[in-house]
């Protein structure tokens, strides 16, 4: 007992205790900032500007458009994202590690070039220095590799399956809303509305269309909105017919042995189905029971 004796309570001093620097601490520089790093980032927010200045006048700045965003390799944690200066462009996801889509409009796009204009904060000037380049969304870089191999050697088999998907804006319905109507006034000019069929998967905006030739594909890819162009392979396309099972003529199917065992995740296989439990050669919980 002695030997654990005597014990030492140690108080802290006032000094020992120090408050995290409000807003995270001192902005992260990745290079330098001077004048050329900054004309450089002014220049590449005015070219996006322009190559979008025809869609922003034909949509009367109702509908953002989407640029690319690149950030230095070194600076794509989301901790380094450049809030500062991109103020409402904001970043809607992701294409690379380390690049990213941002909405923009005419009116978002000028705000950033004012605020990387008079670079007064230290956080703007960090930002700028985490940048590597803004650039529009080319369009050929929206046309899967699959699809422009296939254009070149085997189009006639995959021109029904045409898969487009459209930009998600954050989760904004009445802007989503807005981009879909715009792209179907697009497919409608191009005669191509009516061989459009949407099809559901998970929160994804993806269509099916039947396309004619080539140029239509170089046609979809330029629309503003259309966020990839691609194609649907067969074992990828939803059956669309139905047909309703009675669970018990499963009863009525004849047992084959086979020495073929399917693993199988899933959450909902209870304990209680008749019909899959006799089936069920080794069943593992991975969640904690509930009390």
């Known amino acids: 007992m ?27 520089f990745f290079g330098t900032f001077d004048n050329k790093v900054q004309t450089q980032i002014i220049h590449s927010l005015k070219v996006v500007n322009n190559y979008y200045s025809d869609f922003f006048r034909e949509t009367h700045n109702a509908i953002p458009a989407t640029a690319l965003l690149i950030m230095k390799d070194e600076a794509c944690a989301k901790s380094h994202t450049p809030d500062a200066l991109l ?33 007064e904060s230290e956080k703007v000037q960090a930002n700028i220095t985490a940048i590597q380049n803004i650039i529009p969304i080319d369009p050929q870089s929206k046309i899967s590799s699959f699809l422009q191999k296939t254009m070149r050697t085997d189009f006639e088999n995959y021109k029904r399956n045409i898969k487009i998907k459209l930009f998600d804006f954050d989760n904004d319905e009445e802007i989503n809303t807005r981009v879909s109507q715009y792209v179907f006034k697009k497919l409608r000019d191009l005669n191509l509305l009516d061989k459009l069929q949407p099809i559901f998967h998970g929160k994804s905006k993806l269509f099916k269309i039947e396309v004619n030739d080539e140029i239509d594909i170089l046609k979809l890819s330029e629309i503003v909105g ?58 593992k919980s991975l969640l904690s029971k509930i009390n």
């Open 2 to 28: 002695d030997k654990n004796l005597p014990i030492k309570i140690v108080l802290p001093r006032k000094n020992d205790v120090k408050p995290k620097p409000a807003g995270g601490g001192k902005p992260k």
């Open 87 to 119: 103020g409402n462009n904001t970043i809607i996801g992701a294409k690379d590690l380390n690049q990213f889509y941002i909405k923009i409009t005419n009116t978002t796009l000028g705000e950033s070039i004012s605020i990387a204009t008079k670079a």
């Open 226 to 283: 259309i966020q990839s162009v691609d194609v649907f392979h067969q074992y990828t396309l939803p059956s669309f017919s139905t047909e309703k099972i009675n669970i018990q003529q499963l009863d009525n199917i004849p047992h084959v042995d086979s020495d073929t065992i399917i693993g199988i995740i899933d959450g909902g296989i209870g304990n209680k189905n008749a019909a899959l439990n006799p089936y069920i050669i080794n069943k």
